[in-house]
């Protein structure tokens, strides 16, 4: 055992034991102490040191400490140690920490051991901060000390202290070009511990490891990866991850399949998800391609090839003449896989969803189109033939009554499917309608739809297949819109009749469709409608398979045998196209119609950006004319107000003007209730109760009546001028509503008003009581006089004639203008109360015309505002649209590089 061993494991005294090896060490050491000293021997450290370590053996830590003081020389600071081991032994955690501090050597192992020490002892007391530092700084002096790395891992692994965790990892598989500790690492990148450390800090141990262990290089990129997708840092990983391959050499292929998957990954999530923009792909996307090349594994090498080249054919910039050439040389001996047409599938998913977030849509009839070319379940037969073929006739042959009558001649497109509850559709760009029967749907704009028959129609249930009937030809001319729903076809049956065979117009129909679906497999409907004639039947049969060696020819005459018929075509449809040969027609299909797409996607934008102009001007102008409508309608309330505000007051003033003349006179004619036999002592309080009784008498039979009937004249007056508002009201609605094409605006008045009106009249002139008016009771000169003269001369008889001839003068000239006034006043409250609340109930009978236009004008300008902000953004931002075109364009590119190029499996 070496000396530093030894005194690391306190067993400095075993030196001291050589020819006492039977001894004990307590009494050797003993023995010898005593014999130094009687020799005189100074200082005796050695000894001093080993006593010391042999009493901490025997827990003894007292003695241990006392032996240990003072010892200098080489064993001092070693001493200084052990004495704090001994504290820490005695729970002294603080002591002992002062005694390692004071430690002082430039011994490298002893340094360590006291780093271990503070280390245990920091834990102990709960200094996990003081503990990491420690571990940290024995590390880094001393990494290669025994255990120190399997210790901190540990200790920052069990306070969750991933940095420094990391760090360690890091830097001990670049320090020992470990592979074990590149393992740790990539099992703190895979928790996702590390995802806050930017990319570049791990370029320098993924370069060390590529020279270590490839594998596990593979690994640890891939973890890496996987921890920054979809992360802020995620084109910082790409470029930093793509420059390291770079500089990596010889670089070997096929050994990472699952970085090449990411590869993949990425390269579709950057041009199909329509998150990206060109300017931001620039940088990346050429490395990205070249590197997925080099160390793409055979199942993505035709992918990462196609990729390169759709790439490099838009942007060339960044990509070597060298991958091109790689990329095409991998292609000429890639394979179609029966995954293209998946690939293709979701990349028409793809362009939907984005559409869709962008206010554009596919169309119900491409979704149509797509959904039956991933139908593999039927194979879908396509009819043709020229007017006069017979077609309609061989068709309902084969389809029975579920071939409709009118089809025959017409312009339309019919496709045909099994399905045992019956449905008729209309599929058209705008939508698909649906009926039970063809007249349902056929009032539908057809342009460019196809009309969906789903039957229950046995040959189609037996035989697998669906059948698509395109428009007869007429004449010469087959245009693109006679062929569109061709690319459907598995195969085509086309009808010719057997006695006017292959005419000039139907020579150019199949070099058409020749030339439209190349390799689409033709087969021929021969009809015969006349009579009978076998030996022409049979000829025009022999001409077409002459003609036409691989098409087959079934002949369809006036009787047929429909089990060979239906067996015919079943041979022609299902045995002569193998399924694998579908699958790779269809794939073909499906690219042009994702090409088909993206023109009509291009095409909705052109429009789009035509007509956010036009929307914005129809959008003002709503705006402006809404505007108009509230100010006239305000314009309307307030003269509508203030006219009949101002015919009601006509008639309750004229009412009262009546009154003011008819009840001072009624009062003055109350002076026929005198009589000279009157007790004019108390005459002036019986007159004024008869003077209000004539009061009331007069309100409820004479006034209120006349009030009554010309406040309800009032109100029929009204009503005829608010029912002309109306329609004034009807009129402007007519006009928005098809100014604008929607019945979005009704601007219904509330007549409730009048009845209301007609309620509080009604309650008003029913009845009144007034309450008592002192007419003759009150406090007036001439009253007074007058009163106070009944009481003294009324008790004596002589004079009731000169008294009644006094009060009679006095009733009829006295001037009642202040009591007429004063029932007035009282008898029109209610009137007068109610005029006040004439300007409320008209703005009720307007609210509702008022609140239609605000919400209309409050919606129009918020629908303006958001064209406006779509019409600046189009203008400032066109790369939002068409740099995800762009990269769906190269994202089909792809796939067409990929189904053309290398030996097909099909």
Known sequence: MNLEKMLIEKMYYERLMEGHEGGYPAAVLAEAFLAAIQKGEAGLPEIRFAQGEVYFSFRDYESAIFKWEGIDGALGQWAIKNTGDAYYELGQLAKAEDFYKSVSSENRTL??????????????????????????????????????????????????????????????????????????????????????REPSYFKHVLKTLYEVDQKQFGLLAVELWRSYKGRESYFSWITGWDQLLGELEDVPSGIWPELSI??????????????????????????????????????????????????????????????????????????????????????????????????????????????????????????????????????????????????GGSRKTFAFHYQDEAAIGLVTDEGIVKGDVLEEVEEENSSNGIFTFSMPIPFLRDSGLSLIDLPEFSGE????????????????????????????????????????????????????????????????????????????????????????????????????????????NRTDKLLLLIRKTLDHLLLQRMEQETGIQEIIENREQMSAK????????????????????????????????????????????????????????????????????????????TLLPKLRSSLAGWIEEIGGELDVIQEFFDEMSESFNSLYGNNWIKLDCDFRILE??????????????????????????????????????????????????????????????????QVNSRFFLQFDMFEKAIGNDISLFFKNPRTVLAETLSDTEDKLADSRGLAADMKKNPEKFHDPMSLFTIRLRQLEWLDMTGEKLF
Do not use: C
């Open 111 to 196: 340094r360590a051991e006291v780093a271990l020490q503070l280390f245990s002892l920091y834990i102990e007391r709960g200094k996990e901060d003081a503990a990491s530092q420690t571990i940290k700084g024995l590390i880094e002096e001393n990494p290669d000390y025994p255990d120190a790395t399997i210790l901190a891992r540990k200790f920052f692994e069990g306070r969750e202290d991933w940095d420094s965790a990391t760090e360690l990892a890091v830097d001990e598989t670049v320090r020992i070009k470990s592979a074990d500790w590149a393992g740790v690492l990539t099992g703190y990148v895979e928790r996702g511990v590390t995802v806050n």
């Open 262 to 407: 990411l590869y993949k990954e990425a390269y579709l999530d950057f041009t199909t998800s329509g998150n990206y923009s060109i300017s931001s792909l620039a940088p990346i996307m050429p490395p990205l391609l070249s590197n997925w090349l080099a160390i793409a594994d055979p199942t993505t090498l035709g992918l990462a090839a196609s990729a390169l080249l759709a790439w490099s054919g838009k942007f060339p910039a960044g990509i070597s003449q060298n991958s091109i050439e790689t990329a095409e040389k991998a292609l000429t001996y890639s394979s179609r896989t029966e995954n293209d047409f998946a690939e293709g599938l979701a990349l028409l998913s793809e362009i939907a969803s984005w559409a869709q977030s962008r206010g554009l849509k596919i169309g119900p009839r491409l979704e149509w189109i797509a959904g039956e070319l991933a139908n593999f379940r039927t194979r879908h037969i396509v009819t043709a033939g020229m007017e006069g073929s017979g077609k309609a006739w061989a068709l309902r042959m084969i389809l029975g009554e579920s071939y409709p009558e009118e089809a």
């Open 477 to 584: 001319d087959v245009g693109f819109e006679d062929l569109e729903y061709i690319h459907l076809a598995d195969s085509l049956f086309f009808a010719v009749d057997s006695a006017a065979l292959l005419t000039t117009p139907e020579r150019i129909a199949l070099a058409r469709i020749r030339e439209q679906a190349p390799g689409l497999p033709v087969h021929f409907l021969l009809t015969q409608q006349g009579e009978p004639d076998p030996n022409e039947f049979e000829q025009a049969a022999m001409v077409l398979k002459n003609s036409f060696p691989e098409s087959e020819v079934i002949k369809v005459g006036p009787a047929p045998n429909k089990d060979r018929l239906f067996e015919s075509i079943v041979k022609a449809a299902v045995i002569g196209t193998p399924e694998r040969s579908i699958l790779g």
């Open 626 to 701: 809404l505007t108009g409508a509230m100010n006239q309608l305000d314009d309307i309330e307030a003269e509508r107000i203030e006219k009949v505000r101002k015919s009601y007051r006509q008639i309750i003033d004229e009412a009262k003007a009546e009154a003011l003349v008819d009840i001072p006179a009624l009062l003055k004619g109350s002076a026929d209730f005198l009589k000279e036999t009157s007790d004019f002592r108390t005459v002036h309080f019986e007159m004024n109760d008869e003077m209000n009784r004539r009061l009331n008498v007069y309100l409820n039979d």
């Open 756 to 821: 209301d009106w007609k309620r509080d009249i009604d309650r008003m002139g029913t009845r009144y009581q007034l309450d008592k008016v002192n007419v003759l009771l009150r406090r007036t000169p001439s009253q007074i006089l007058l009163k106070g003269a009944g009481k003294l001369l009324g008790a004596l008889p002589q004079n009731n004639a000169m008294l009644y001839n006094r009060y009679k003068a006095f009733v009829e000239g006295e001037d009642y203008t202040d009591a007429a006034r």
